[in-house]
Structure formats: C-alpha cells, structure tokens
C-alpha cells in the first residue's frame, strides 16, 4: 500500500535575517506543512531563532536538523527542545549530530574516536532528563549527575542525522527520528532503513521514522540544475564523510571535486529537478523507500534566486503532491495518504 509522506519545510540557511525565517514559518503554516527544520545556526541560535518565530505568533512546530552536540551540554540541550515545545504549544523533533571531526576537534582538543557511542550517550541522556529521572551517568563523552524541574509540554522526539549504516544501527537503538540529507532513495530502501530496524531489535524498541531532507528545484527557463546543486550544497560535497556515503550507494563523487559532484546530484536525481508533477514523482519514491516524512529544501534557488522564487518553487512542490494525493485517494482503499489535511 502506497503512503505519502508528510511534507515539511527546511529553511537552508543559518538564521540571521528573521524577517526571512518568518516568511518560511509562514508558508508552513498557510500550506498545512508538519514542521519548518533549521539546522545549526552560528549567527543567531537555531533555538533563539524558532522561538523568535513563537513570539511573533508563528507558532509551527519546528526541528533541528541538525544540532552539534559538542556545542552543548546534554542538560542544555534538554533545556532548549523542552523550551521549544513549550514555546510554540507543539512536539519538536530536537536532531543532532556529531558534526565535522575538525570542529568537533577545534572544541574538545581531539575528535570523538566513536561518534557513535557519542551520538548513543547524548541522545540517552537528553531522553532521561526529558523523561523526568535524576540522571547519574558516567559515559566516555558524556557525564552528569542531574536532573530536571518538570512542566506539561508537549511531546519532544529525538533525532539523528544519519548517513550509512552503522550511525543508522546507533539511531535505531536510541533515536525516535533518523534525518537524512543528500541520501539516494536506493541507499535509504537498501541500507538505512534495513540497519535502523536492526538497531531498534537490538533494544526491542520501535524503529524509528525517517526524515529525508530532499534538495528540489522546479525546472524552469534559463535555470542550471548543476549550477543550483552546487550553490546548495558545495560544502556538502566537499566534505568526505557525504562523498563516502554517495559512493556506498553507487555514485561516482570525489570531495576534491564539488563542481563534478553537483553534477552527478543531479544525473542521478538526488538533486531532484523537473516539474511539480516529476518532483512529486521523486518525493513518492522516497515515500516508498522508508522516508515517513520529507522536507523540501529548495536552498539552491534561495542561495540564486532570492526567497519569493524559492518559496514559489514550494508552492508548487506542495500543490503537486497534494493533487497526487487526491487523484490516488480516488483510486479507492488500495492508496493511503497520511493524516495531513493537506495531502488527504
């Protein structure tokens, strides 16, 4: 049985222009969208950044896609997605990362030798404190013996940025959401998804869900694919540990050749470019491949374009799948689309 994904948003920048961020937040909320994602802002804080958003009465339900973990502290980052939650009266997705070996190096004095164990002590920690327990914990990375005033909020999901397998097996024993980004629906369906069911029967524990962070643009006159993949997403594929993962599912990416790489995104689709229709196509297979929620970012039209053609190219994304949703949902019971009224 077929499923479309909830469609979310990811505001592709870092936040320092909230005048801009607000018109993202906005066009979650006119389109019935299920969040607005951000990832690790060094201008203004992510989390400063949505509850700017909340206090200007913008309250959507945000997630952070991701936060490094060695910015903050474990009790912080309670403190901060619990606040969220409390802030715009809806559950956040708080997702974190490791990060850049390097950053993580020119914070700690050395890398993590096992970001896994990293991420799994992180994310164990923030879990209890949010649970309400005094949390007596002694880990490799992460140490702390506290504990939290409790308040009513709403639900927080925790969440990973995962790229192969075995972050995917750690995720499934300790995430309620892997997020991923510049990840093939093939690698997804054969790798991801199959190694976060393992992790999560390791604990005999849910598997969690997973947001694919999809990179889109609408075809249209006078526009360069190419050139609008690597204005997104030129760190990304300068960066070995994204070039390792394209290579695992089969593509030909080299980190000391980004130009090459925006290329082979978009030949391969990963990059997803066309009409509203081809696009809604693309999204379904990520629905088909595991994906239980997707955001679109249009960061290459954003960085080229400006905010009305990227908020446009949105539009029409969402007007796409929704009329697919419609059409399917005509075919009878054999089609299910989610729970969201705009895709139902």
Known sequence: MTRTPPLSLMYPLMAYDLDHLTAFGEVVRELSLERLYMGQSVLVDTHHAFAHLAGRGIRVPVGTSVALTALRHPLDAAIQARSLALLTGADVVAGYSTGDPAFVTALRGAPYASPRTAVAEYLTVVRRLLDGELVDFQGRYVRVDEGLPQVPHPPVSLGVGVLRPRMAYTAGQ?????????TPATHLRDQIVPALARGAASRDRAV???????????RKPGRDPRRLAFA??????????????????G????????????????????????TPDELADRLTGYGE???TEIALSCAGVLLTEGLDAALADVRAIVGAMQDRAVRRA???PGFCTSSHPELS
Do not use: K, N, Q
């Open 174 to 182: 300790v995430a309620d959401v892997a997020i991923t980004l510049l």
């Open 289 to 291: 491949a595991g994906a």
């Open 232 to 249: 997104a997403h030129e760190l990304h594929l300068g960066g070995e540990h994204y070039a390792a993962m394209l290579r695992s599912a």
């Open 208 to 218: 969690p869900g997973v947001t694919s962070i999809v990179p889109c643009a609408v």
């Open 330 to 332: 005509d075919e009878g």
């Open 251 to 274: 593509l030909g990416v080299d980190a000391a050749d980004p130009w090459a790489g925006a290329g082979v995104l978009v030949d391969s689709g990963v990059f997803a470019y066309g």
